[in-house]
Antibody, heavy 115, light 108 residues
Framework: QVQLQESGPGLVRPSETLSLTCSVS????????WTWIRQSPGTGLEWIGY???????EYNPSLKSRVTISIDTSKNQFSLRLSSVTAADRAVYYC?????????WGKGTTVTVSS | EIIMTQSPATLSVSPGERATLSCRAS??????LAWYQQKPGQSPRLLIYGASARASGIPARFSGSGSGTEFTLTISSVQPEDVALYHC??????????FGQGTKLEIK
């Protein structure tokens, strides 16, 4: 039973870079994509992007200029970096396993943007 | 980008009654449609994929139907534990994968 757990700072200063890591219990396989999603109050779920086992990525065009997703299969982890954050990036960030639908989700971590 | 629109925004149903939630896509997604349940304070859980297939462990009272641009999630007999926010998501065209704004299910 694969489980995912997000970790990282809960507070990021405006204009700085948000960095989160997702730890996977169980193997990161090449049968799935490894995905980041966020949820802001009142705006629903937003797909940020995914990475494959081999490291290929796809990003939401609305965030593409600021997002980097990386993977470390030796540690069973993948990571999110979002640069130049503003108050609009305040959200609960989830990591998930994806093969079309998202079938396993982490519990989520809240990120606040404030000086 | 495919826009997903859910209705109603809030649905109030008595225990034991049927609940019908709708999701519309701005263009055809064939059957590449998933539904998620998000209980208060929890992460979303996959309910339905392929528009009508129940995910593992999902009770039979949850069913999905539709194809193309119009989809429905039906809860045949609502239970108190079904209070949640329900999301639809298309995975036909990406990036990006897109979600609806959600329907909040309340119990009368």
């Amino acid at each position: 039973q694969v489980q995912l757990q997000e970790s990282g700072p809960g507070l990021v200063r405006p204009s700085e870079t948000l960095s989160l890591t997702c730890s996977v219990s169980g193997d990161i396989t090449n049968a799935h994509y490894w995905t980041w999603i966020r949820q802001s109050p009142g705006t629903g779920l937003e797909w940020i992007g995914y990475i494959s086992y081999s490291g290929s990525t796809e990003y939401n065009p609305s965030l593409k200029s600021r997002v980097t997703i990386s993977i470390d299969t030796s540690k069973n982890q993948f990571s999110l970096r979002l640069s130049s954050v503003t108050a609009a990036d305040r959200a609960v960030y989830y990591c998930a396993r994806q093969k079309g639908p998202l079938d396993v989700w982490g519990k989520g971590t809240t990120v606040t943007v404030s000086s | 980008e495919i826009i997903m629109t859910q209705s109603p925004a809030t649905l109030s149903v008595s225990p034991g009654e049927r609940a019908t939630l709708s999701c519309r896509a701005s263009q055809s997604v064939n059957s590449n449609l998933a539904w998620y349940q998000q209980k208060p304070g929890q992460s979303p859980r996959l309910l339905i994929y392929g528009a009508s297939a129940r995910a593992s462990g999902i009770p039979a009272r949850f069913s999905g139907s539709g194809s193309g641009t119009e989809f429905t999630l039906t809860i045949s007999s609502v239970q108190p534990e079904d209070v949640a926010l329900y999301h639809c998501q298309q995975y036909r065209n990406w990036p990006p994968y897109t979600f609806g704004q959600g329907t909040k299910l309340e119990i009368k």
